[in-house]
């Protein structure tokens, strides 16, 4: 069993920046992947970024360029840094990490882009 637990989600104005965290409760180099997913009311949810556990990364087309998945090994997290932020990347952002065969989630943390 993995847990997941994200942090660092907020209010911030369009243009601004947020970083999230994901937190794993294993190596996150014992995982597939890990990756950022978000879901906006009444909408499907969708892929932000991933990172394997060599390190290869991949962006959603609405984030590429403005968003960054990076890890820190030793606190087994895995942050999302989000700059030039805009009112349509509000959503709630979950947390994802492949430990085969599962698919794992955290309970998700709120970004609200609004002036």
């Known amino acids: 069993q993995v847990q997941l637990v994200e942090s660092g989600g907020g209010l911030v104005q369009p243009g601004g920046s947020l970083r999230l965290s994901c937190a794993a409760s294993?190596?996150?180099?014992?995982?597939?992947?890990m990756g950022w997913y978000r879901q906006a009311p009444g909408k499907q949810r969708e892929l932000v970024a991933t990172?394997?556990?060599?390190?290869?990364?991949n962006y959603g087309d609405s984030v590429k360029g403005r968003f960054t998945i990076s890890r820190h090994s030793a606190e087994n997290t895995v942050y999302l840094q989000m700059n030039s932020l805009k009112p349509e990347d509000t959503a709630v952002y979950y947390c994802n990490a492949l430990l085969v065969p599962r698919n794992y989630w955290g309970q998700g943390t709120q970004v609200t882009v609004s002036s």
């Open positions: 990172i394997t556990s060599g390190g290869s990364t």
């Open positions: 294993v190596s996150i180099f014992s995982l597939y992947y």
